[in-house]
């Protein structure tokens, strides 16, 4: 199994560009999936997705070809369904899922996208996606869907998490006399605040869940650290020819100073066409000349950019602006065909 994460800033093209590389990937005949952890869902109209649906197969365009390409939007709630169902100690999935805390933890929680983004990356790694392409939100978003996890598995495992779990397992088995001083004062003060049925209600919730969330964060860390592997994953920068530089000296160091692998920058749609020579007089000359000139500075992007990181990052890639949107499957053939992957 083989991840491709896409960054890059909103608006360049990584929505387009990640669902046609895993285009290009199912038709070499493995089963690839492009999940978008974007709440904008642009996905769905690069790929011509049915309304309502987050997750589904999408037809390849030629029928001899052998793979499966897959879709999904991130569905924070079906996704930590999935770890409860997966996880729960046994006979104890359901409680949680009728929980009447349950439901604004799923809604509310801060980070809970984040977070979830890594859990769903592994639960198709357990369904035998052999390509995962991970299509982001513009970068500080998905810099999050980095940073956070990590933070969880580390917050989770610190003592006073720990702590407060195990002293509601001694308050329901022993009876409030039996824990400390401090520990009374810290219910006696939330229930004060909160009522007594609520702290009642969110430490029975935590004491079923907490296994769930310890689980979550041994996967995170395993997860994030298949993402540090360069055997198994390539970070890919999408910029246009105009932010080319600018983007590259940012991701470059953001990803570096997280220890994540750059393993190509791909500057969309850049005007590759050919000017005519000579250029026509008149109105179409001036059309001609201008988009020549465009073209040309482009092309001296491009070439800048291989300068400044061509030794640094492996693959420098240009995709070519297109006639049309990216809207369905035939327009993604078209950059699909330019894409080279490197698996
Ligand atoms: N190579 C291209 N040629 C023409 N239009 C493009 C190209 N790449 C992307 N677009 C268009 O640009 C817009 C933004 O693309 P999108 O993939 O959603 O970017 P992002 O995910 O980075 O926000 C869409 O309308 C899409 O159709
Ligand atoms: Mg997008």
New binding site residues.
Partial sequence: MKIIVYL?T????????AAASALALARTGVRSMVITT?PSL?LRT?LGLADGITEQQVPLPDSEDAGELWAALLDVRATLDEAVRLYARAGMAQRILDHPIYATIASSLVGMQELMAVERIDQLRLRGFDRIIV?TA?SRHAFEILDKPALFADLSSSRKVKLVGRTYKLVSALGLQSIGRSAIDIYAKAEEILGVNLVRQVLDFYSIFYPIAEGYSRRAERTVAMLRDPAVTEFRV?TTPQKAMRDAAFFTSALGERNFPIGAICV??AWLHAAPEPLPGGMAGDVLGWYSAVSESHRAAVWSLKEAYGTQVRDIQV????E????GVAALDV?ARQIHLPF
């Fill in positions: 890059g909103g608006g360049v093209g990584k929505t387009s560009v974007d642009r690069a299509d513009p999408v969309n749609r995709f070519s602006e297109l049309r949107d990216v809207d950059l």
